[in-house]
């Protein structure tokens, strides 16, 4: 019988591979029809550890590991055994690294020398057009063809637009309200296929400012604006790494290429007096802002956690409801709910029965017995996680 899994990675486990789960289900029956499983090449079937645990699996089913290696079955009371094992672990490891590192440089040398565009999908405003045959001739052969990014007729006219009224001195929020005003299409909304993750319900700072902060509008390919790294404690194991997330790269980090690749939307120029411009809040003095209720205090009308709100010289939260400035105000929207920190701290002192002359106390008391504060127009009440209101 013969087990190959293809397009699975060495570091997936064997449970999870479709192949390997098949082999380890076959092994643990009685009547299999094999006593032994044969592995070509270790470096395909195996990952760090994961020998040792897969030997000793088919070992207390009656079935030998045999190995290259080892010219013949794995002895796990071996010590020889064990070193190798090890070994082939970490060649394993090596290789991952290895061709790790070489696909990254192969990658900064194809956008910043060659100006190629690497995949993904297109920024707003550009779409993807054909770029002609695969430099490569065993690519080209299979019919590969390469892709560059050109400006979409739709879409492109609101970039320009977008830039030229920062330039004018418009904040990101009024930009992002004018184009929900007019009825614009944010680039979820416009391309929903290739965004099944966005909502598409329309246009936000947070959209704008990632526009007016993308260098591929002047024409240059950019690539590595975001983590692609694993942030490994043990090198090559994933499964000692941090959860992926889509992170920004700092910008020295960035790979620009060293000529146009496109045509520009903007030219390099404007987008540079763009970065100059911030509006950025910056507080008066060096006094850092502590919120000791983050997390704890839940408005009673629309369910959001209140954000902190640093107001009159002092910590508070509120909550807007879900509007935020890229909107115009709605009529039926409650008005906003504000708390004090001081008061939201006395309050749950006093319903706990704790003194209130030590803030941190009371806060810490609230956060590991699993309360909630739910505000409200008229007041507060307190909810304990997975009950209903109990104090008020």
Request: with cysteine.
């Amino acid at each position: 019988m013969e087990y190959f899994d293809v397009g699975c990675s060495r570091r997936i486990p064997w449970p999870e591979r479709p192949e390997a789960a098949a082999l380890l289900a076959a092994a643990r029956n009685p009547c299999r029809p094999f006593d032994a499983v044969v592995l070509g090449e270790y470096e395909r079937g195996f990952h760090g550890d994961q020998l040792t645990h897969i030997a000793a699996m088919l070992t207390s089913y009656g079935v030998q590991l045999w190995l290259p290696e080892t010219n013949g079955p794995v002895d796990l009371d071996s010590p020889a055994h064990q070193a190798l094992m090890m070994l082939l672990g970490h060649q394993s490891n090596r290789e991952i690294l290895r061709a790790r590192f070489r696909t990254t440089m192969a990658m900064t040398a194809q956008a910043r020398d060659q100006s190629r565009h690497l995949g993904g999908r297109p920024p707003y405003g550009y779409r993807l057009v054909d770029a002609g045959p695969h430099p490569n001739a065993v690519h080209a052969r299979w019919g590969r063809r390469l892709h560059r990014l050109d400006p979409d007729p739709v879409t492109a006219p609101h970039v320009r637009w977008i830039f030229a009224q920062r330039l004018t001195g418009y904040s990101t929020a009024a930009i992002a309200r004018a184009l929900n005003e007019r009825g614009v299409p944010c680039p979820s909304s416009h391309d929903p296929a290739r965004n099944k993750h966005r909502h598409g319900d329309g246009w936000t700072l947070r959209t704008v400012a990632e526009i007016l902060a993308n260098p591929r509008y002047t024409g240059r390919q950019v690539w590595n604006r975001h983590r692609t790294d694993h942030h490994e404690t043990i090198p090559g194991d994933t499964r000692t790494g941090r959860p992926q997330r889509h992170l920004p790269n700092p910008k020295d980090q960035w790979v620009i290429s060293n000529r146009p690749a496109h045509p520009a939307l903007v030219s390099e120029q404007d987008f540079v007096a763009v970065q100059a411009i911030s509006a950025t809040p910056r507080p008066d003095t060096d006094e850092t802002h502590v919120y000791l209720l983050v997390g704890l205090l839940r408005c009673g009308l629309c369910g959001r956690l209140l954000e902190s709100h640093w107001v009159y010289r002092s910590p508070g939260y509120r909550c807007r409801h879900g509007h935020t400035s890229a909107r115009g105000p709605s009529p039926d929207r409650p008005k906003n709910i504000y708390v004090r920190q001081d008061t939201a701290i006395t309050y749950a002192a006093t319903q706990l029965g704790i003194p209130v002359n030590n803030p941190e106390q009371v806060a810490h008391q609230i956060r590991t017995t699993h309360w909630t504060i739910i505000c409200t127009p008229t007041g507060m009440v307190m909810r304990q996680e997975g009950e209903r209101l109990t104090k008020t």
